[in-house]
């Protein structure tokens, strides 16, 4: 059975169901050996010179009662043992889905997302079992092979004692296998989370696949993994067929024993032997232990598979949740928006040196700001952490006058609105998408979030309009349409603080000057902040933070930076003229 920390605590949780249908087992366990008994007085009561035809229905009217209790009894045990496996199975799949919302960026880093799912479909599936089936093999095996064996040694012991050697020689043998088969699942699992890895990658990837014509080698390289799953599960299949053939082998041996045996024992008039009613019942009952045999050999190959199985989901749980609420954290509902960076340096965890390094500035509640710099300068960094998505020194961040290490992570991220760079949508509808902070998404709020985000008329273009259901990651609106609609999720939570980082870069100037507009309006008050390569973008914010190699290079208005900043005069003149390059109609703005 499964003992692990992440396990053991079910059998006492779902105790009563387990308790309740071992019970009830074990109870038709032991009324239904009463049947051979029976059967086998019906046929020696046949064979007498004077037949008692009551005796005879007397019996045939206890194997109907026996039936039909036996027939409730299995409704019963199969209703508790595996209404708990599945209770289980529920249990453990939200405990895993809470534990993987918690983990950090830097686990999904080295972690693929095929071979989480193999966590919560094939190893879940298989620890489930072990206490649905696993359970039942193993209690109705032991309990229904003892009964059996009583019954057929009170009947003739020395033929019982030759039937049960090579019981127990194959019982040995189905130990020694068991290693083998968990062996040989283990790698069975790890190449279907390879295919399923393989995948979801490429089904995530499939438009860049089509662009480079890679559909054939693709199809190649896909093959190769099906392959190894097949060979693998056929390798796995040919070994249970194997062991279960040698079962099987060796109980009709068995039975060939006993028949001839038996026969001799009723052939023989001292007294000692058997009748025919009795060899029939003692052939009974040893037909019944086939079940127990075969049941304790499908215990172990559950068993097996679920002990790998469990090794694979309690190394998952037991993986450290890095990002968490400290001891002193408090939980604050009503944050300001003001925020304030004291000399922050910061290294990833599995980077070689900072990329943010002795940071410091403040914002005040209410402000529109920018932070501009040229790519790998540290901005989206810079977000992570006001987000928490790392950890960070104490006494380096503060939104409103508190220590962001001192919040409580439910406080932090309550308080900010969030745009990120890959506008991730879900596969739902516009409106699911866009109130996707609230329980119940209000229409009004939503519809007027698209407004101000400049998409509500795309979104009216639709045939189904708010209802219009997104393909997977928004696949089936633009790359312009999702930045917006990703905006308007983020208005439509009304953070105290707006971080949208590089969300307007897939839209023209004239819809990013619409939208900057917008949030002039309706975020007064409110601390709004544009991560942004464009000058465009921030060139209208109360104050622009400029990153350069991690550090602040200046900070200032538009104009201050203009004299001020030769860094920024640079960025200024090369996006110009890029602009002229292409064409463009927005650079005397710059």
């Known amino acids: 059975m499964l003992l692990g920390k992440h396990f053991r605590k079910y059998y006492l949780k779902y105790a009563l169901y387990f308790i309740i249908g071992i019970g009830v087992l074990i109870y038709v366990d032991w009324i239904q050996l009463d049947i051979p008994k029976l059967v086998g007085g019906i046929i020696d009561t046949l064979k007498s010179d004077t037949p008692d035809t009551q005796a005879i229905k007397d019996s045939i009217l206890q194997i109907a009662i026996l039936a039909g209790l036996i027939t409730l009894g299995r409704f019963l045990w199969r209703y508790t043992i595996f209404g708990a496996s599945r209770r289980i199975e529920y249990n453990?799949?939200?405990?895993?889905?809470?534990?993987?919302?918690?983990?950090?960026?830097?686990?999904?880093?080295?972690?693929?997302?095929?071979?989480?799912?193999?966590?919560?479909?094939?190893?879940?599936?298989?620890?489930?079992?072990?206490?649905?089936?696993?359970?039942?093999?193993?209690?109705?095996?032991?309990?229904?092979?003892?009964?059996?064996?009583?019954?057929?040694?009170?009947?003739?012991?020395?033929?019982?004692?030759?039937?049960?050697?090579?019981?127990?020689?194959?019982?040995?043998?189905?130990?020694?296998?068991?290693?083998?088969?968990?062996?040989?699942?283990?790698?069975?699992?790890?190449?279907?989370?390879?295919?399923?890895?393989?995948?979801?990658?490429?089904?995530?990837?499939?438009?860049?696949?089509?662009?480079?014509?890679?559909?054939?080698?693709?199809?190649?390289?896909?093959?190769?993994?099906?392959?190894?799953?097949?060979?693998?599960?056929?390798?796995?299949?040919?070994?249970?067929?194997?062991?279960?053939?040698?079962?099987?082998?060796?109980l009709n041996l068995i039975i060939l024993l006993i028949i001839m045996y038996g026969s001799f024992l009723v052939l023989r008039t001292d007294g000692t032997g058997l009748t025919t009613g009795q060899l029939t019942e003692y052939i009974s009952y040893f037909f019944t232990l086939i079940w127990p045999v075969m049941a304790i050999s499908r215990f172990i190959q559950i068993q097996s598979q679920a002990k790998a199985s469990a090794i694979r989901i309690d190394k998952f749980l037991n993986s450290e949740v890095e990002i968490?609420?400290?001891?002193?954290?408090?939980?604050?509902?009503?944050?300001?928006?003001?925020?304030?960076?004291?000399?922050?340096?910061?290294?990833?965890?599995?980077?070689?040196?900072?990329?943010?390094?002795?940071?410091?500035?403040?914002?005040?509640?209410?402000?529109?700001?920018?932070?501009?710099?040229?790519?790998?300068?540290?901005?989206?960094?810079?977000?992570?952490?006001?987000?928490?998505?790392?950890?960070?020194?104490?006494?380096?961040?503060?939104?409103?006058?508190?220590?962001?290490?001192?919040?409580?992570?439910?406080?932090?991220?309550?308080?900010?609105g969030y745009v990120p760079q890959d506008n991730f949508l879900f596969s739902d509808t516009i409106t699911n998408n866009i109130g996707f902070a609230y329980e119940v998404p209000d229409e009004n709020a939503i519809r007027e979030s698209a407004r101000l985000a400049d998409v509500y008329e795309n979104v009216m273009e639709f045939k189904e309009q708010f209802n219009t259901i997104l393909g997977e990651r928004g696949v089936t609106v633009s790359g312009g349409q999702k930045q917006r609609i990703s905006i308007a999720r983020a208005l439509a939570k009304n953070p105290e603080i707006l971080i949208l980082d590089d969300s307007v870069s897939a839209v023209d100037t004239k819809t990013e000057d619409a939208i900057i507009n917008n949030l002039h309006k309706v975020r007064k008050g409110k601390t709004t902040i544009f991560i942004a390569h464009r000058i465009s973008t921030v060139k209208k914010m109360d104050k622009i933070i400029l990153l350069d190699q991690g550090r602040i290079s200046a900070i200032g208005s538009h104009a201050t930076l203009m004299k001020a900043s030769a860094l920024y005069q640079d960025m200024v003149k090369r996006q110009t003229l890029e602009n002229l390059v292409q064409g463009g109609d927005n650079h005397e703005g710059l």
């Open 92 to 250: 453990l799949r939200n405990a895993m889905f809470v534990h993987a919302t918690k983990l950090s960026q830097s686990y999904y880093s080295q972690e693929k997302v095929g071979g989480l799912m193999a966590y919560f479909i094939n190893d879940l599936e298989a620890v489930r079992q072990v206490y649905g089936p696993g359970i039942l093999t193993l209690v109705d095996g032991l309990m229904l092979g003892s009964f059996a064996l009583y019954r057929m040694a009170s009947l003739n012991a020395r033929l019982t004692l030759y039937a049960a050697i090579p019981m127990l020689i194959l019982g040995v043998m189905l130990g020694i296998a068991r290693k083998s088969i968990a062996s040989i699942f283990k790698k069975r699992q790890e190449s279907f989370e390879q295919l399923s890895d393989f995948t979801q990658e490429n089904f995530s990837g499939i438009s860049v696949i089509k662009a480079f014509v890679r559909e054939t080698k693709e199809a190649i390289f896909f093959n190769k993994r099906n392959t190894d799953l097949y060979n693998k599960n056929m390798v796995f299949v040919k070994f249970i067929i194997t062991v279960n053939i040698a079962i099987s082998l060796a």
């Open 324 to 416: 968490k609420d400290s001891a002193e954290a408090v939980d604050i509902e009503d944050l300001k928006g003001s925020i304030s960076v004291k000399n922050l340096t910061f290294q990833y965890p599995d980077g070689e040196e900072p990329v943010l390094k002795n940071v410091s500035f403040d914002i005040k509640a209410g402000e529109m700001v920018g932070i501009l710099g040229r790519t790998g300068s540290g901005k989206s960094s810079l977000v992570d952490l006001l987000l928490r998505i790392y950890n960070l020194d104490e006494d380096s961040v503060f939104i409103g006058d508190h220590d962001i290490m001192k919040l409580t992570l439910k406080s932090v991220r309550q308080t900010i």
